[in-house]
């Protein structure tokens, strides 16, 4: 049904930036809220920033200041905007929508800041 592929990753140096995006497709019938996780090598999948319907932000302090997510609704995307990336920033960043009926995870994309 619902399919959502993240894109914008890669390899940066510290204090670089990146944008990742997260498109949702299928059968849509409304998305609600939508968000940004990340994952490094041996830790758990932890919440990065997530942004509802109706545009309201969360982003975790790790990041605060220097990351941004934003959607476009029009797209059924959302972005997340990476600046000022550190080393510590590296891992997969997975996109997770919640649609009506279904809450949907993508493949990941990988992220690595290098020293």
């Known amino acids: 049904q619902v399919q959502l592929v993240e894109s914008g990753g890669g390899l940066v140096q510290a204090g670089g930036s990146l944008r990742l995006s997260c498109a949702a497709s299928g059968r849509i019938f409304g998305l609600q809220t939508m968000g940004w996780y990340r994952q490094a090598p041996g830790k758990q999948r932890e919440l990065v920033a997530s942004i509802s319907s109706g545009g309201t932000t969360n982003v975790v302090n790790s990041v605060k200041g220097r990351f941004t997510i934003s959607r476009d609704n029009s797209k059924n995307t959302v972005y997340l905007q990476m600046d000022s990336l550190k080393p510590e920033d590296t891992g997969v960043y997975y996109c997770?929508?919640?649609?009506?009926?279904?809450?949907?995870w993508g493949q990941g994309t990988q992220v690595t800041v290098s020293s």
């Open positions: 997770r929508a919640v649609i009506v009926g279904s809450v949907r």
